[in-house]
């Protein structure tokens, strides 16, 4: 029957070796059968050039290339900046346009319109004007990344219950402690929610920027391999990234659960899941 | 004697009008709720307003709390018209409203915590409290942890930790089981009769027996825009608690003389038509006997 237990770690890890161990045999059989490397790559020869890549046996044509440890550093540190500055930015305007509707109304059709426009088109003159060092690609990945984190706590602020606000109001918070100790911590939720969607375009923001700026990176690298046709190296990279992805995901899911202890969802969900 | 005195509380003419939402109603798509409400409240009183439900009983006590503004009249304080949250009074909500993500303690603490009061002081005071509630031990509990009736119970708490002169309380227990309701009604009884002074409470509801249970006065509000119709002194003991006081001849004509203004203001404003036969409008005339036989077929 359904179970109304959590299901303990160990197990949990144990399904997920399971499952990762029925793809890669699935992969390299179906690479073996496809028998063309420019189609599919099997997981064998990706992870000899993943030693390869860290060992610097770099292939042939790729001559002026970074080391594989100063790409992932390279790229760590845009998704890093650009994600930080979403945040510092991106946090204090979705609080703002939250809370008072002037400023919503003169922000929200702006953000809108910015929102909707694809980032990449403004790549080439980005590049024209500051050319492709580290900041661009920093700005590049904000951009990609700040809107999702505006829109998210703007949602959590102006959707924080009206029982909250009266309290608030009652017991003679002024505005600013109203802002510090009620809506602030009521709308964290949909700021990390927020944090979590954007850390992902924060990725995508950095590997774009790399691609089409600098060329250097891991975004530039897997670009390289790409046009010397070393399907091999390149998936090795896009390997390199997906990491990065579930590490840096770790952050706002770390903050989840430090900061909503005190959410009371768990107890549901886990009597409702079998 | 309270004649001579100023009276604490002091509403006068309030009126205060929604807007209403849909096609239907008034051309100018309002609803009024408060149609002039008038009366004082003595320093010391516990006061219940007692109405058909949605006739702006909760309204009229966020108005007095200074929540929201009323289209005209006013309310007097302490001899100052109120015009935002007065510091010396405290709120108890309906629905609680308290913060998940606090403990207990440090929901307590709010009130104290918005006014500056240092931590130490603070915490002392929230502890104070959170034992006159009966809650010592669940401090460090969240909100999600202790059950609906606990969690007035430190509503009511956090009201008190600011000393406040009035207590407003908004149907706080609606929300609670009906055999906790009984207990919370008796101990907030010995509560707010036990401090010196004690403390000037305002309670609505829309339960019959808990405002003649808690009430020194009861003011019967009729239906929207509601008035005050009527006010109503309790005269039983003081200390209530200690008293079979339902199974008073006083209790019983009092419950009856308020559900019948009730019965009457209900049937009026829901379409009822006229309140049903042997019931005149001042509630005087008494319901029959069940009579001798029908009893004895029940047997």
């Known amino acids: 029957m359904a179970s109304s237990r959590a299901v303990p770690f160990s197990l949990r890890l144990a399904i997920f070796c399971a499952s990762l161990g029925v793809f890669i045999l699935l992969w390299e059989v179906a690479s073996i059968a496809t028998g063309n490397s420019l189609i599919l790559v099997g997981p064998v020869s990706v992870l000899k050039a993943m030693v390869g890549l860290f060992q610097n046996h770099i292939p042939q044509g790729a001559l002026g290339l970074q080391s594989a440890d100063a790409a992932i550093l390279q790229t760590l540190a845009t998704i890093v900046f650009g994600f930080g500055l979403a945040c510092i930015v991106g946090i204090p305007v979705g609080i703002v346009t939250g809370r008072w509707k002037a400023a919503e109304a003169i922000f929200d059709p702006w ?81 990390v929610s927020g944090m979590r969607i954007g850390m992902g375009r ?73 | 004697m309270s004649l001579l005195k100023p009276p604490l509380i002091s509403t006068k003419g309030i009126t205060k009008s929604f807007p209403r939402k849909g096609e239907t109603g008034n051309a100018d798509g309002k609803s009024k709720v408060l149609g002039g409400v008038t009366f004082d409240l003595q320093s010391g009183s516990f006061t219940s307003i007692i109405g058909p439900s949605g006739c702006g009983k909760t309204t009229l006590l966020r108005i007095i709390d200074g929540l929201i503004r009323p289209d005209s009249g ?109 207990i919370l009604q008796k101990q907030l009884l010995q509560i707010v009769k036990g401090t010196s002074p004690p403390k000037t409470t305002l309670f609505v509801t829309h339960n019959v027996d808990e405002a003649i249970y808690l009430s020194d006065e009861i003011v019967l509000m009729g239906a929207c825009p509601a008035k005050v119709k009527e006010v109503v ?49 001042e509630g005087n005339v008494e319901l029959n006997p069940i009579p001798n036989e029908t009893q004895a077929n029940r047997g």
């Open chain 1, 111 to 191: 953000l809108n319109a910015t929102y909707s426009i694809p980032i990449v088109v403004l790549i080439p003159m980005l590049y024209f004007a500051v050319g492709a060092d580290f900041f661009a690609e920093v700005f590049v990945t904000f951009l990609l990344t700040v809107f999702t984190i505006i829109v998210n706590t703007q949602n959590g602020v102006k959707y924080v219950s009206n029982a909250l606000a009266e309290v608030g109001k009652s017991f003679g918070a002024s505005e600013s402690q109203y802002i510090a100790k009620i809506i602030l911590p009521a709308s964290l939720p949909d700021i």
């Open chain 2, 233 to 281: 002194r309790v005269d039983l003991p003081p200390q209530r608690w200690r008293y079979d006081i339902r199974s008073a001849p006083e209790y019983v004509m009092l419950w009856r003389k308020i559900w019948r203004f009730l019965e009457n203001e209900i049937m009026h404003s829901e379409g009822f038509g006229p309140a049903a036969p042997g019931i005149d409008v």
């Open chain 2, 74 to 182: 006013e309310v007097v304080f302490n001899g100052n018209p109120v015009t935002a949250p007065p510091p010396k009074m405290g709120f108890v909500f309906q629905q609680f409203g308290l913060l998940p993500w606090r403990t207990i303690q440090k929901n307590v603490e709010l009130g104290l915590e918005l006014r500056g009061v240092d931590s130490e002081e603070r915490e002392a005071v929230a502890q104070k409290y959170i034992a006159v509630v009966g809650l010592k031990g669940f401090e460090h509990h969240y909100v999600h942890e202790i059950s609906a009736g606990m969690q007035q119970r430190v509503g009511l708490a956090r009201a008190l930790s600011i000393d406040p002169d009035v207590l407003l309380m908004d149907e706080p227990f609606a929300s609670v089981d009906e055999q906790t309701r009984e």
């Open chain 1, 202 to 274: 924060a990725i995508l923001g950095a590997i774009l920027a790399e691609v089409l700026m600098s060329g250097t990176g891991l975004g530039g690298m897997m670009m390289t391999f790409q046009a010397l046709l070393n399907t091999p190296y390149m998936m090795a990279v896009v390997l390199l990234i997906a990491l990065i992805g579930v590490g840096v995901l770790q952050l706002p899911k770390f903050l989840e659960r430090r900061l909503f202890r005190w959410k009371e969802t768990e107890s549901i969900s886990r009597e409702m899941r079998r």
